[in-house]
């Protein structure tokens, strides 16, 4: 007779034994393809070492790490996190592949990708980035990060660069945010650059750790990218993208401060007012307060001020109306403009067209709302302040602190230095364009911070 309580128990024990050595075996498999990924991504690093030596510092910066069964690589602008198991599978397809994601996902550090992403369409950015990465690394040519797919992605790269005007990440995002991409553009332009996910590019603070290493990476890169490359046309992206990155960015907010002046404010003033003496009064004299506070402070606030608009023919009138708004937005903030005040805005190309005069918010709102622009002339920045010298001699102005000038560059520049600041504003680098003179200050400003404002 068969003891078949036994029988049961022995079938467990072998099923129990099988699935330990399945267990094991599916580790050891595991371990295995994370051993060959790790070697892989060592081999990588070492040939992009090799072939481009300038970038031996950002190298070391960017951190690799290993995360399983996540199905995707991703960077969040300090580590490069890759699924192995995805790596090894486009790996045996495209043995240039792991070369290609490593990379691409430097040049996203070194060009200050991720701390750039507050843009208002993150799709549109993280394509922009995309695109301009890949479009370096194809203009380096090197074999190690060739893949198949290339010769189709220069003929697209090719159209676009004649569409957009160049390819970096800052240039491409204006284009799409005017010439919006269709949905099959958008597909056929990720499969063809996509290699990373961006999805916490947007977590800027903590980004902003790694804000400032990456600059000092990206300076140190572009140094040294001129004595290693002998062939310009090599490097000429590098450089477009290297100048983006390490481009001096201002707070639009910040920078108007700069433009206040002193003046007196009907306002409590905490600073100098003693409650003491004044409690001591009304408890000694009934209601009768000792001392009477203050009713005035000096305070930072915009005064007498002048804007002078480029409406020359190179300067779009809706960029123009964007940047008077965003201005017009930040002299509204109560700390930063009298109830009174006495603004010029100055329309200009060769000569002044228009002057209007601002002295409460309900003027700007009526010029904002039926104020047309004029001029699209030829430009000369002379003619701005010989008028406002005209104002000044008529008495016009208190105090006037600033001139801000919103302009392309092209035009000439008076050669004497007028009583009071003077910035030019532009919106994008130009080399081609004049000097500005060594008295005023000149800022680029992103087309971003104007082209979508609350009213």
């Not at 695109?131 to 194809?138: D, K, M």
């Not at 700390?335 to 002295?359: A, G, P, Y």
Request: charged residues 30%; contains cysteine; negative net charge.
């Amino acid at each position: 007779m068969v003891d078949k309580s036994n029988h049961g128990i022995r079938a467990d024990a072998v099923r129990q034994w099988r699935n330990k050595m399945s267990d094991k075996q599916q580790t050891d498999r595991q371990l295995q393809i994370k051993k060959i990924a790790g070697e892989v991504m060592g081999l990588a690093h070492d040939g992009i070492l090799i072939n481009m030596r300038f970038l031996d510092v950002a190298l070391s910066r960017l951190k690799v790490e290993c995360r399983e069964q996540t199905g995707v690589n991703l960077f969040d602008g300090i580590t490069l996190y890759y699924d192995p198991a995805l790596l090894l599978q486009r790996y045996r397809n495209a043995p240039h592949y792991a070369a290609r994601l490593y990379l691409h996902t430097l040049l996203h550090g070194i060009f200050s990708h991720a701390v750039s992403a507050d843009k208002l369409n993150r799709t549109y950015w993280d394509l922009a980035t995309d695109i301009a990465v890949e479009h370096t690394i194809l203009e380096w040519n090197l074999h190690l990060t060739s893949l198949p797919s290339d010769d189709l992605l220069r003929s697209r790269l090719d159209l676009l660069e004649k569409q957009a005007g160049g390819l970096t990440a800052e240039r491409l995002y204006r284009h799409f945010r005017i010439e919006e991409p269709s949905e099959k553009a958008m597909q056929e332009w990720h499969k063809l650059c996509y290699y990373d996910e961006h999805i916490y590019w947007d977590r800027q603070e903590e980004l902003e750790l790694s804000q400032a290493q990456w600059r000092k990476i990206s300076e140190r890169v572009r140094a040294d990218l001129k004595s290693f490359s002998k062939e310009k046309n090599r490097a000429e992206s590098m450089e477009q993208n290297l100048k983006e990155a390490t481009r001096q960015r201002y707070d639009y907010t910040d920078f108007l401060r700069r433009f206040m002046v002193m003046g007196e404010t009907v306002q409590v003033n905490d600073d100098e007012f003693d409650y003491i003496y004044y409690t001591y009064g009304l408890h000694t004299y009934g209601n009768m307060p000792l001392v009477e506070p203050l009713e005035y402070k000096d305070s930072r606030k915009i005064k007498d001020f002048v804007i002078a608009l480029d409406t020359s023919a190179s300067c779009r009138g809706e960029i123009v109306q964007a940047f008077l708004q965003k201005t017009y937005n930040i002299m509204q903030l109560s700390e930063n403009f009298f109830r009174k005040v006495n603004v010029h805005i100055l329309q200009c190309d060769s000569e002044v067209r228009q002057d209007v005069k601002i002295t409460e918010r309900e003027e700007f709102d009526e010029f904002m709302s039926h104020g047309k622009l004029t001029g699209f002339g030829s430009t000369d920045f002379r003619p701005v302040f010989s008028y406002i010298e005209k104002l000044q001699e008529e008495q016009e102005f208190d105090d006037l602190k600033g001139l801000l000038y919103f302009t392309d560059g092209y035009g000439i520049y008076p050669e004497h230095m007028p009583g009071y600041d003077v910035a030019f504003v532009f919106l994008q680098e130009d080399e081609n364009a004049p000097n500005v003179p060594p008295w005023a200050i000149k800022i680029v400003l992103d087309e971003e911070e104007f082209m979508e404002v609350p009213g």
